[in-house]
């Protein structure tokens, strides 16, 4: 397994920007592929966007897609993911999250996770 910790997170006003990252350690980065999750209160975990492992493709939720950009550094071990146009709907805490194989939007295919960031978006 590979250990992930995210950073980056903040208080925001809708239509700010904020740009999250996930360093990861104990294993070979780029033999994993990588994903951003997001959890507001009350509410289950969902898929936000995720990415290859040579960061050739990228995946993203509807709600998200035209807002927000997912990349990486394999030389860097770190992900991003750039977050535009922010909404309070976007509020919530942000977790990355590694797996050897899989569906990218799955999120039982993910076998590590990182502890998360809080995002808040005022109106």
């Known amino acids: 397994q590979v250990q992930l910790v995210e950073s980056g997170g903040g208080l925001v006003q809708a239509g700010g920007s904020l740009r999250l990252s996930c360093v990861v350690s104990?294993?070979?980065?780029?033999?994993?592929?990588m994903g951003w999750f997001r959890q507001a209160s009350g509410k289950e975990r969902e898929f936000v966007a995720a990415?290859?492992?040579?960061?050739?493709?990228?995946y993203y939720a509807d709600s998200v897609k035209g807002r927000f950009i997912i990349s990486r550094d394999n030389a860097k071990n770190t992900m991003y993911l750039q977050m535009n146009s922010l909404k309070p709907e976007d509020t919530a805490v942000y977790l990355c999250?590694?797996?050897?194989?899989?569906?990218?939007?799955?999120?039982?295919?993910?076998?590590?996770w990182g502890q998360g960031t809080q995002v808040t978006v005022s109106s």
């Open positions: 990415i290859s492992r040579s960061g050739g493709f990228t």
């Open positions: 104990g294993r070979t980065f780029g033999n994993y592929a």
């Open positions: 999250a590694a797996r050897r194989g899989g569906s990218p939007f799955e999120i039982n295919d993910y076998d590590s």
